[in-house]
């Protein structure tokens, strides 16, 4: 099986702006938004509280985006790390 393309937003955070980890907030009952972020690659980490409301914390970090996208290989080897 081919290795899955790269979200673009995600690829654009990780190699356009050397971010380290991209994360996402949604509501939890918001199982719209759950889904998506799911498809993001991102995994949820924990609830907190923002902005006075419960919020899901999913996030995605860069190591773990370029081994979903790219089948593994070295980090250094994408967006110029």
């Given at each position: 099986?081919?290795?899955?393309?790269?979200r673009p937003r995600?690829?654009?955070?990780?190699?356009?702006?050397?971010?380290?980890k991209i994360i996402g907030l949604t509501h939890p009952e918001n199982a719209?938004?759950?889904r998506?972020?799911?498809?993001?690659?991102m995994a949820l980490i924990d609830r907190q509280?923002?902005?006075g409301i419960?919020?899901?914390r999913y996030w995605i970090e860069r190591e773990e985006f370029f081994r979903q996208a790219y089948g593994g290989g070295?980090?250094?080897?994408?967006?110029g790390r």
């Open positions: 099986m081919p290795p899955r393309r790269p995600s690829n654009f955070g990780f190699m356009n702006c050397s971010l380290d719209v938004s759950l998506v972020l799911e498809k993001c690659g509280f923002y902005f419960e919020l899901c070295r980090v250094a080897n994408y967006g």
